[in-house]
């Protein structure tokens, strides 16, 4: 079993439509979790950053930590043709130096 | 929010030549700093992780003598590829992590290297 799993899609959704990404993990010593968007040839660009569970709201984005269910997931309200991306799942458990342990990565794109 | 730059953001060089890629944090201190490498539609694989002053811990599987990386400063590191062959073509991107906060990471745009 993979450390982080993320289904890549892809996703088609209409101008407007909620779009829900999701990631499960196997590590339970995951403090902190990250959603990243990469647009093709550029970097990730970092959109949320949540520490344990709960939940965290920016403009049209939640994310949302349930640690009993090793379960993340990110909404997007009202999606936008800009927001066609490939958004990454990263989580660690917080160390000095640790690395982020990534999902594949979910491709969306929004028609319009 | 934070910067982080990386230079060049595209190289093309010959097949046995050595390229370095520049990776700065640009408006804060990076403790630590990563290096990746994706290929088309993959996600991102962690190359080796660098604390400033001390030698980076590479992952299994990358060569260190071939990926020679250096972190001078709190707000420089640098990936030389070495012996540089068309296998070695990639997108290769750096992260940056304050000594602050529980895990962020900011990544630089990226740098596209072709092989001939």
């Known amino acids: 079993q993979k450390e982080v799993e993320q289904d890549p899609g892809p996703l088609s959704v209409p101008e407007g439509a909620i779009v829900s990404l999701n990631c499960t993990y196997s590590n339970s010593a995951f403090q902190y979790f990250m959603w990243y968007r990469q647009y093709s040839r550029k970097g990730p660009e970092l959109l949320m950053y949540t520490y344990s569970s709960g939940n965290k709201e920016d403009g049209r984005f939640t994310a949302q930590v349930d640690k009993s269910s090793k379960y993340i997931s990110l909404f997007i309200r009202d999606s936008q043709p800009s927001d066609s991306a490939t958004y990454l799942c990263?989580?660690?458990?917080?160390?000095?130096?640790?690395?982020?342990?990534f999902g594949k990565g979910t491709t969306l794109s929004v028609s319009s | 929010g934070a910067v982080v730059s990386q230079h060049p953001s595209w190289v093309i060089c010959k097949s046995g030549t050595s390229v370095k890629i520049e990776c700065r944090s640009l408006d804060f201190q990076a403790t630590t700093m990563f290096w990746y490498r994706q290929f088309p539609k993959q996600s991102l694989m962690l190359m080796a992780t660098?604390?400033?002053?001390?030698?980076?811990?590479?992952e299994q599987g990358v060569e260190k003598d071939k990926f020679l990386i250096n972190h001078a400063s709190l707000t420089l590191s640098t990936l030389t590829v070495t012996s540089a062959h068309p296998e070695d073509s990639s997108f290769y991107i750096c992260?940056?992590?304050?000594?602050?906060?529980?895990?962020?990471?900011?990544f630089g745009p990226g740098t596209r290297l072709t092989v001939t």
């Open positions: 990263a989580m660690s458990a917080g160390q000095a130096g640790t690395a982020l342990i």
């Open positions: 660098s604390n400033e002053g001390s030698k980076a811990t590479y």
């Open positions: 992260s940056a992590r304050s000594g602050t906060g529980g895990g962020e990471q900011y």
